[in-house]
T-cell receptor, first 116, second 113 residues
Framework: GAVVSQHPSRVICKSGTSVKIECRSL??????MFWYRQFPKQSLMLMAT?????????EQGVEKDKFLINHASLTLSTLTVTSAHPEDSSFYIC????????????FGPGTRLTVL | QKEVEQNSGPLSVPEGAIASLNCTYS??????FFWYRQYSGKSPELIMS????GDKEDGRFTAQLNKASQYVSLLIRDSQPSDSATYLC?????????????FGTGTLLAVQP
């Protein structure tokens, strides 16, 4: 199947710092990527849709100034958690749809963020 | 009403049995349906996609879709302990500028050896 990578896989930071997470589609181009957050024992929550060359679309209740998304190329989207706080600790997962696969979405391995 | 509904489980089945996972959705215009498997602490992995009414088989997995009843299911034959995971049903609507998926909350499957 298609491969989507994320970096870093795990990050621990101090409260107030910013953390950048990268999502790459390794063998296909993605004009759209999605960012999810998942708290323990809960389902995936879509945070935003990342659009190459244009602004991201955020879901209701997600602060766009806190979760900055940049889709700089057809294979790379980044999510920056600005001024992170302990309540931002979560599992962040990106996904990308592959057109030739019927727009099936493939998920990255996820980034576990812990804010102390 | 939730857009995609699943029984949270846990669904417990003995090894070798058939596990049946169910999902209902509210948007009658939905066109694409997916089943993902998620192991604890890992990201979701695509198992099956189905777009037309009827059954679609892939190895031990069979997806079933009934658009009239707005119902999609996943059957796992010869269940193995390694199948123990949370199974997420996802639905994509018709048209629109994005390929946004709507996920159910997932069903936890436990296969007992």
């Amino acid at each position: 199947g298609a491969v989507v990578s994320q970096h870093p896989s795990r990050v621990i930071c101090k409260s107030g710092t910013s953390v950048k997470i990268e999502c790459r589609s390794l063998d296909f181009q993605a004009t759209t990527m999605f960012w999810y957050r998942q708290f323990p024992k809960q389902s995936l929550m879509l945070m935003a849709t990342s659009n190459e060359g244009s602004k991201a679309t955020y879901e209701q209740g997600v602060e766009k100034d806190k979760f900055l998304i940049n889709h700089a190329s057809l294979t790379l989207s980044t999510l920056t958690v600005t001024s992170a706080h302990p309540e931002d600790s979560s599992f962040y997962i990106c996904s990308a749809p592959r057109v030739v696969a019927g727009n099936e979405q493939f998920f990255g391995p996820g980034t576990r963020l812990t804010v102390l | 009403q939730k857009e995609v509904e699943q029984n949270s489980g846990p669904l417990s089945v003995p090894e070798g049995a058939i596990a049946s996972l169910n999902c209902t959705y509210s948007d009658r215009g939905s066109q694409s349906f997916f089943w993902y498997r998620q192991y604890s602490g890992k990201s979701p992995e695509l198992i099956m996609s189905i777009y037309s009414n009827g059954d679609k088989e892939d190895g031990r997995f069979t997806a079933q879709l009934n658009k009239a009843s707005q119902y999609v299911s996943l059957l796992i034959r010869d269940s193995q302990p390694s199948d123990s995971a949370t199974y997420l049903c996802a639905v994509k609507g018709y048209g629109g500028a994005t390929n946004k998926l709507i996920f159910g909350t997932g069903t936890l499957l436990a296969v007992q050896p």
